[in-house]
């Protein structure tokens, strides 16, 4: 749990490493805003303008506290789950009345499913708190912890459809600058579900399988390139398990580097999911693991902006909230929780409870 001794800790820690020129390191536990404000509208410009990260626009966003019940979810939500890598909170000062605070992203369900649904919250670093010369970070660590809802489930929008995989909805996306740019590098993270196939095979509908691409400037062609484009026959990595996920945090965890040079072909991606995190049964899974990227950006070869979650192309048959905490974004792995990137052993679900046979 969260406490207002381990705020103080943190904000003085904030002002010490912020003096370190290179050093980039931003955490928002979201602990002291205020209770029900509507991160849609102009609250968060006004509130969050003196933060190294700002968090300028959303849709269907709001900051809700834990300890009063979550609006849209019907279970008892656990706490958010204690991060040990918090270095520092933001340096303005806020009055608030929000505690065991968390966005709350609230998804509109529908039984039509031609409508899609939209909840998204963007962030975009403050270029004053940057070193002097630099636009962004060419060094990318982004953490956070999502709530998986009871009542999560994945539609399928084209039942009838002939492909064997289907969805598209957004989970995290980060880029440079203006997102107008067609040019600029960018990195999308979504999620696919797969359909039952002709030749007999079934699948979980639920079961969410991670897709990805990271577009970057062409030099030659003077356009956009796509790096990598993997889609869900890319390793069949799963995002969110039902079995495991349902009424649990995860705490997902980025990192990108940008090449060096053009050709250099030394670009980094990484991305691990840890579920269950907060309980003695977390496991951690690396699902994007990209050691030699040629995704040079050129002028613009750094990340500075981003919106979590955001467009569901598959929809919702009934309303879903997912809850975001402890959000970091940083230029070192020293600044976030380090035990979330270390997978697991036995990475599988838990075994079923044994059954008892009275003959």
């Not at 009838?160 to 289907?166: E, T």
């Not at 030099?219 to 969110?240: A, C, H, N, S």
């Not at 040079?261 to 003695?280: A, F, I, L, P």
Request: hydrophobic share 35%; net charge negative; aromatic share 12%.
């Amino acid at each position: 749990m969260k406490t207002f001794f381990y705020k103080l800790m943190v904000t003085t820690l904030f002002t010490l490493s912020f003096s370190n020129a290179s050093a980039f390191s931003y955490v928002d536990d979201f602990e002291g805003y205020e209770k029900g404000a509507n991160l849609s509208s102009g609250y968060n410009e006004s509130v969050t303008a003196g933060n190294a990260v700002t968090f300028p626009s959303g849709v269907d966003t709001e900051l809700v506290s834990l300890t009063d019940g979550v609006p849209g979810i019907n279970e008892a939500v656990p706490d958010s789950p204690v991060n040990q890598a918090i270095q520092a909170l933001p340096p303005k000062s806020r009055s608030g009345n929000c505690t065991q605070c968390a966005i709350r992203f609230s998804y509109s369900g529908s039984s039509d499913l031609s409508q899609d649904a939209w909840s998204e919250q963007r962030f975009s670093i403050n270029s004053d708190a940057l070193p002097q010369g630099k636009n962004g970070l060419t060094n990318f660590w982004l953490q956070y912890d999502l709530y998986i809802p009871e009542n999560y489930h994945f539609r399928d929008p084209e039942p009838n459809a002939s492909n064997w995989y289907g969805g598209g909805d957004k989970v995290l996306v980060v880029w440079a600058d203006e997102n107008s740019d067609p040019i600029k590098p960018m990195l999308q993270i979504a999620r696919l579900m797969k359909r039952n196939g002709s030749s007999g095979e079934t699948w979980d509908p639920d079961t969410a399988y991670l897709e990805y691409w990271f577009a970057s400037f062409d030099p030659v062609t003077g356009e956009r390139r796509f790096f990598d484009d993997k889609g869900i026959e890319g390793g069949y990595q799963v995002l969110i398990d039902p079995v495991i996920d349902r009424g649990n945090w995860q705490r997902r965890t980025l990192h990108v580097r940008m090449p060096t040079s053009e050709g250099s072909n030394d670009g980094v991606v990484e991305y691990w999911v840890e579920r269950r995190t907060g309980t003695d049964r977390s496991i951690t899974k690396k699902l994007i693991d990209v050691k030699s990227g040629n995704f040079f950006g050129g002028n613009k070869n750094y990340l500075n902006r981003g919106y979590l979650l955001g467009w569901s192309n598959a929809g919702y048959n009934y309303d879903v909230t997912y809850l975001i905490d402890n959000f970091i974004l940083a230029n070192s792995i020293d600044s976030i929780d380090a035990s979330a990137i270390k997978a697991s052993s036995n990475e599988n679900r838990l075994p079923n409870p044994p059954s008892l046979t009275i003959e």
